[in-house]
C-alpha cells in the first residue's frame, strides 16, 4: 500500500472515531425570573480561584463536564445539582435532568466564552425567594455533612435574586475600564434584597460580550412574557 492510500486510511480512522465522540463542554445556567414587574437573575456564591488566590464569589450554575456530555448535558446536571431541584416546588419541569434539558435546548439565550471553554444558557423558572434555596441548602448540611454536598456536585452556599438592570449598570462601568485584564476584576452589584456581591470574573467576562450584553438588554427591554 503506498504512502498517499495510508494516509488516507490514517484519516479515516480518525474521523470515524472522533466523528462519533461527544466533545465534553464546560456548561451552565443563568435562570431568570419576574420579581415585582422586573426581570431578575438568580446568582450562587461558591470558591474561586482568581490571582492564584481562593475567594468566595457570585457565579452562574455550572462547572465541568464529565466525559461524553454535551454542553446543553453539562448545564443540566449542574444546574439541577446546586439549585438542588427547589424549583420543582413551583412547576414540575424542574423535577429531574429529563424534564430540564429540553428547557435547555430551548434556551432563548446562549453566551459563549472561547477562552475558557464554557457555553451559558439563560432558562426561565418560577421565581422562589432566595432564603429558600439557602433553608434547603442549610437542611442538606445539617443531615447529611458537607462531604455529602461535595459529592452530590451542590458546591453553591448561598444564593441572591439580581435585576437584570443593576447587572447591565455594573457591566457598563465596568466596560469603561481602560485595562481590559481589569475589567472583569471585582464587578460589583447589589442583590434585590440590597446586599453587595462581587462577581466571578469568568460570569462578567462572558457577560460582558456582544452576545452577553444583547441577551440581558432583550431581557431588560423586549416585555417578554416571562
Known amino acids: 500500500m503506498n504512502n498517499s492510500r495510508l494516509l488516507g486510511l490514517f484519516f479515516f480512522v480518525v474521523l470515524t472515531i472522533f466523528g462519533n465522540c461527544t466533545l465534553a463542554r464546560n456548561a451552565g445556567v443563568l435562570p431568570f425570573s419576574m420579581y415585582q414587574g422586573k ?93 429558600f434555596f439557602e433553608k434547603e441548602w442549610n437542611h442538606l448540611l445539617k443531615q447529611r455533612g458537607a462531604q455529602w454536598l461535595r459529592q452530590k456536585g451542590i458546591e453553591k452556599s448561598n444564593y441572591a435574586w439580581v435585576e437584570v438592570k443593576e447587572l447591565l449598570d455594573s457591566l457598563m462601568i465596568a466596560q469603561k475600564n481602560p485595562n481590559p485584564m481589569q475589567r472583569s476584576i471585582g464587578v460589583k452589584v447589589n442583590s434585590i434584597d440590597g446586599r453587595p456581591l462581587i462577581l466571578y470574573k469568568n460570569l462578567t467576562e462572558s457577560l460582558l460580550t456582544p452576545p452577553g450584553l444583547e441577551a440581558l438588554n432583550t431581557l431588560l427591554f423586549s416585555g417578554l412574557a416571562l
Do not use: H
Open 39 to 131: 426581570p431578575v437573575i438568580l446568582l450562587g456564591l461558591e470558591p474561586k480561584i482568581e490571582n492564584k488566590v481562593m475567594v468566595e464569589r457570585w457565579t452562574d450554575f455550572g462547572g465541568t463536564a464529565n466525559k461524553g456530555e454535551s454542553s446543553q448535558q453539562s448545564a443540566t446536571r449542574e444546574f439541577c445539582e446546586e439549585t438542588m431541584y427547589v424549583f420543582k416546588q413551583e412547576n414540575p419541569a424542574f423535577a429531574s435532568k429529563a424534564t430540564v434539558l429540553p428547557l435547555i435546548n430551548k434556551a432563548p439565550f446562549t453566551i459563549s466564552n472561547e477562552r475558557v471553554g464554557y457555553d451559558i444558557f439563560f432558562i426561565q423558572v418560577p421565581y422562589i425567594d432566595a432564603s
